[in-house]
């Protein structure tokens, strides 16, 4: 059974900045591509950040420049660092990831709430 975890979120005053993390754990073979969505009340969710196995890294155009996708393939983790945050950014954080076992599936966490307050 596959499980990915986050941790990170909480409440932030504008301008200020959270790190969001996600683990992969249970058994697989391997992982893919990981990444990063929100959902905001009453939107649907939305591409943030995704990074391949290899490094190669999209971002949303709402967070480009503030925000930082990174993974580290030793520990089966990947991380959010999020800076200059704004009151839109609020939402819940979900990680999402590739993960092979028996053939590629995609993986969801749980989700972490991100406030910022203006």
């Known amino acids: 059974q596959v499980q990915l975890v986050e941790s990170g979120g909480g409440l932030v005053q504008a301008g200020g900045s959270l790190r969001l993390s996600c683990v992969v754990s249970?058994?697989?073979?391997?992982?893919?591509?990981m990444g990063w969505y929100r959902q905001a009340p009453g939107k649907e969710r939305e591409l943030v950040a995704t990074?391949?196995?290899?490094?190669?890294?999209n971002y949303a155009d709402s967070v480009k420049g503030r925000f930082t996708i990174s993974r580290d393939n030793a520990k089966n983790t990947a991380s959010l660092q999020m800076n200059s945050l704004e009151p839109e950014d609020t939402a819940v954080y979900y990680c999402?990831?590739?993960?092979?076992?028996?053939?590629?599936?995609?993986?969801w966490g749980q989700g972490t709430q991100v406030t910022v307050s203006s």
């Open positions: 999402n990831s590739q993960v092979s076992y028996a053939g590629w599936r995609t993986y």
């Open positions: 249970g058994r697989f073979f391997g992982i893919g591509a």
């Open positions: 990074i391949t196995s290899g490094g190669d890294i």
